[in-house]
Nanobody, 122 residues
């Protein structure tokens, strides 16, 4: 089973950029895809992006497509989420997740990181 640790969150102004990191350890060979979710207070977790570990195929919802980019560094066992043109509605706790498919938005994801706070001020 893979363990995930997020970092890189912080406070930025609207229009700014931030890069999140997700470091994986443990049984990384069993991980097919890694993705990001976010959750704001009072809301359910929302899918943000996912990438397949082997091929590097990526998947995004329309809400972030064109602004966010997910990438991976296989040598470092790390997945990144580059967030540009940030909006106040992007404010949330961002969680890294591991799953068997990049289409994890419709799956019961069971492996999560601890989360990192992203706050975007107006």
């Amino acid at each position: 089973q893979v363990q995930l640790v997020e970092s890189g969150g912080g406070l930025v102004q609207a229009g700014g950029s931030l890069r999140l990191s997700c470091a994986a350890s443990g049984r990384t060979f069993s991980t097919y895809a890694v993705g990001w979710f976010r959750q704001a207070p009072g809301n359910e977790r929302e899918f943000v992006a996912a990438i397949s570990w082997g091929r590097g195929n990526s998947y995004y919802p329309d809400s972030v497509k064109g602004r966010f980019t997910i990438s991976r560094d296989t040598a470092k066992n790390t997945v990144y989420l580059q967030m540009n043109s940030l909006k106040p509605e992007d404010t949330a706790v961002y969680y890294c997740a591991a799953d068997s498919s990049i289409y994890m938005a419709a799956r019961p994801v069971k492996i999560w990181g601890q989360g990192t706070q992203v706050t975007v001020s107006a």
